[in-house]
DNA sequence: TCAGTTCTGTATCGTCCGGTATGAAACTAG
DNA sequence: CTAGTTTCATACCGGACGATACAGAACTGA
């Protein structure tokens, strides 16, 4: 029983690497030549360690969701619906327009695959999007100070086409300051102190 | 002083084919294939009539916007605030969630085109958008009736910024109904009748 | 030392990509 | 009918795509 020769990279940093170039390419945008070059890899490398282009992808969604992603879940332990809303809303543009990082947001981009080739990355992205609407949709059914007349559901949709709006306009090139004033008169207007 | 040989297909029809096919499958997911098998011409005559792909997309969004996307010029000329933002929202919705045309909105979609070679339709689609955002400031700005404490700019990025979010909704699978449940919560806070 | 195993690097597979050369077909003007 | 012009249809171009075969290198256990 053998150990075989070691890797020569780390599979985690690939990843992060990995990741890095579907959030600013687009899963239809980047090809493998992209993602080993990145990545400090070659090709059978790659295909040893993460299967194909599409599981590749699938594990780099992952990792967003539980790595710059991770605010969305976070946020719903805060206490009141609207602190909900309000971290969910400044994360959201943090992620998507902030620094360091590509603009607009790794799910919604891959939303928009809609190439024969890429309905398992597409899939992959909206089974994403509906989980984290449905969490939402929760913790607002279970919320004790949901204003009246606010359908938990309706509210979470409502949320949740804010923050993917925010990411549209970070992708087209609208700033965090920008973003920012719009999301303080969503909020204010949505959920009045 | 010659005529030659008559074109064997209709130029109007055909851009509409393309129009179809690139708001269905995006700027990155569609052939040249796709796009001669859906306008029912071959190459050469694709490209004697329309320059390249990256022209035919430019002539297919700008048919876009003057077509299925006119509502949002025509909005403008309502007579309130209210009933600019309230027809802005309910054709967003028309647009990218109704039926007989393919879910999503083409140019949010191409905004997401952000692979190597797809700069000049992602371009093409960004202008349009500003555009469009910079005639809905320019309507709030002399509009006598703009609630007090609203900013113009600000007012017209969140309007932006809530029917992209319905095109992304619509885009992963969101009903017509479901979003207009959505449009009539976001009317009655941010506008209040 | 050497068989067994795993990874690396190169070179290549077949396919499809966007774009075009070429020649026949269909028309107009004389 | 002929010359000139434009479009159509086929067949093809070089290159990039995603994916892999293969051989050598690097390791483990005996």
Redesign the interface.
């Given at each position: 029983m053998p150990g075989g020769r070691p890797r020569a990279f780390d599979p985690d940093v690939a990843l992060d690497r990995a990741l890095e170039v579907f959030w600013?390419?687009?899963y239809?945008?980047?090809s493998l030549s992209?993602l080993t070059g990145a990545m400090g890899i070659n090709r059978p490398s790659l295909y040893a360690a993460f299967g194909n282009k599409e599981e590749l992808f699938v594990k780099a969604l992952d990792r967003y969701i539980s790595g710059p992603g991770a605010f969305a879940d976070e946020a719903l332990a805060a206490p009141t619906v609207r602190e909900v809303v309000e971290r969910l809303v400044e994360g959201a543009i943090e992620l998507t327009a902030g620094t360091g990082t590509p603009h607009?947001c790794l799910s919604?981009?891959s939303?928009?695959?809609?190439?024969?080739?890429?309905a398992p990355a597409r899939e992959a992205?909206?089974a994403c999007?509906?989980a984290g609407e449905a969490a939402l949709r929760r913790r607002f059914e279970e919320a004790p100070d949901l204003p009246p007349g606010?359908?938990p559901a309706?509210?979470a949709?409502?949320v949740?086409?804010?923050?993917?709006?925010?990411?549209?306009?970070a992708?087209?090139?609208?700033t965090r300051e920008?973003?920012r004033?719009?999301a303080a008169?969503?909020l204010r207007?949505?959920l009045p102190a």
């Open positions: 600013r390419q687009g239809e945008g980047t992209d607009g919604v981009n939303v928009h695959a809609c190439g024969p080739d890429s992205a909206i999007r509906m606010f359908d309706v509210l949709r409502l949740h086409t804010v923050t993917d709006g925010i990411a549209v306009q992708a087209s090139g609208h920008e973003l004033e719009v008169l969503a207007t949505l």
